[in-house]
């Protein structure tokens, strides 16, 4: 079932949203570019859009990615370094794509304003137009302003939340950044996008905690369809839907998942085990008696706040010239 696909939030309410998240942070602010690179975000949304007819698969992991940039030493673009030792080589790196739209991206703005925009700031952007393809609110603003870091290490990625994460330890390392539960579990809301590889949730399927057993959690009547796309031993790197039946839509079927026993990752589908997380999910799905959520803007809300997460402004770091190296 499809929950508030296509009801759009008004834009000027989006926009006030993220502008006062961004001003009671005071780190950056929307406009940062109006005079000195007016066309940012068309160029960026042009790029998005390229990888989008080219392979819609690839620009949900926009998403992802600019996750993992943030809650790894704060939103810099150091997911984006490539070379030994590096983020981008860290094993929950490994499996990240669409590095090539940000590239593509960086080499037009390269051009029409040498210099002056960030990696850490396209990538934000190119996230936010990854939804806008999928069918997420009209548009909401993203603050800019945030300049590439100056260290990228692998071993940095070992607190990054992780697939198998329980709901305890996914809340505290939200807080660690700053984050609530609400974010936790509005942000997780973005798997109703893009897929994830065998690899990282068939041990649910075939022996789960070694009892020879599949995770009890599973809907038993979608636990077959798990295993023919996953056979037991099969090839790890095949890639299967997040959001069974939407996957290419932004809308909150994914906490309807999470709800029917079909979520695919051991971390999404825990947040439906825990009273706490389990209820911000029921108030996306409109559960009577509980005050409802809006998904569309409390994601634009969640994103605004996570962009915001130890960035560097000002002095602070550079604004390199190619995304995946050091000036």
């Known amino acids: 079932m499809e929950f508030f696909s296509r009801k759009k939030t008004p834009l000027f309410f989006v926009i006030m949203l993220a502008t006062l998240t961004t001003l009671a942070l005071g780190q950056t602010r929307v406009g940062f570019y109006q005079t000195s690179c007016p066309r940012v975000e068309t160029i960026v949304q042009s790029a998005v859009a390229a990888a989008n007819r080219a392979n819609p698969g690839v620009p949900p992991g926009l998403v992802r990615m600019f996750?993992?940039?943030?809650?790894?030493?704060?939103?810099?673009?150091?997911?984006?370094?490539?070379?030994?030792?590096?983020?981008?080589?860290?094993?929950?790196?490994?499996?990240?794509?669409?590095?090539?739209?940000?590239?593509?991206?960086?080499?037009?703005?390269?051009?029409?304003?040498?210099?002056?925009?960030?990696?850490?700031?396209?990538?934000?952007?190119?996230?936010?137009?990854?939804?806008?393809?999928?069918?997420?609110?009209?548009?909401?603003?993203?603050?800019?302003?945030?300049?590439?870091?100056?260290?990228?290490?692998?071993?940095?990625?070992?607190?990054?939340?992780?697939?198998?994460?329980?709901?305890?330890?996914?809340?505290?390392?939200?807080?660690?950044?700053?984050?609530?539960?609400?974010?936790?579990?509005?942000?997780?809301?973005?798997?109703?996008?893009?897929?994830?590889?065998?690899?990282?949730?068939?041990?649910?399927?075939?022996?789960?905690?070694?009892t020879n057993g599949p995770d009890p959690s599973i809907d038993t009547t979608f636990l077959p369809t798990l295993r023919n796309l996953c056979p037991n031993g099969g090839d790890g790197s095949t890639r299967v839907a997040l959001d069974n039946g939407s996957e290419n839509r932004f809308d909150t079927s994914y906490f309807g998942n999470l709800r029917d026993g079909r979520g695919v990752l051991e971390s999404d589908q825990v947040l439906w085990g825990n009273p706490t997380t389990r209820t911000f999910a029921q108030r996306f799905l409109g559960v009577r008696g509980l005050v409802g959520l809006t998904f569309n803007v409390e994601f634009a809300r969640s994103m605004v706040r996570m962009g915001n997460i130890e960035v560097k402004t000002g002095t602070q770091g550079e604004i390199r010239r190619v995304c995946s190296a050091f000036n």
């Open 67 to 210: 996750f993992h940039d943030c809650f790894v030493n704060g939103c810099d673009a150091s997911v984006l370094i490539t070379g030994s030792g590096s983020e981008r080589t860290a094993p929950p790196n490994s499996l990240l794509r669409g590095f090539e739209i940000i590239d593509a991206a960086k080499t037009q703005l390269e051009t029409a304003c040498p210099g002056v925009v960030s990696c850490a700031d396209i990538l934000a952007i190119a996230a936010r137009d990854s939804v806008l393809l999928a069918g997420g609110i009209a548009r909401w603003q993203v603050p800019l302003g945030r300049r590439d870091g100056l260290v990228s290490r692998a071993a940095d990625t070992a607190n990054l939340p992780a697939f198998n994460d329980p709901v305890d330890v996914q809340i505290r390392k939200f807080s660690d950044k700053g984050l609530s539960t609400q974010d936790l579990v509005t942000l997780s809301g973005a798997h109703t996008l893009g897929t994830a590889a065998c690899a990282l949730f068939s041990y649910r399927l075939y022996n789960f905690n070694n």
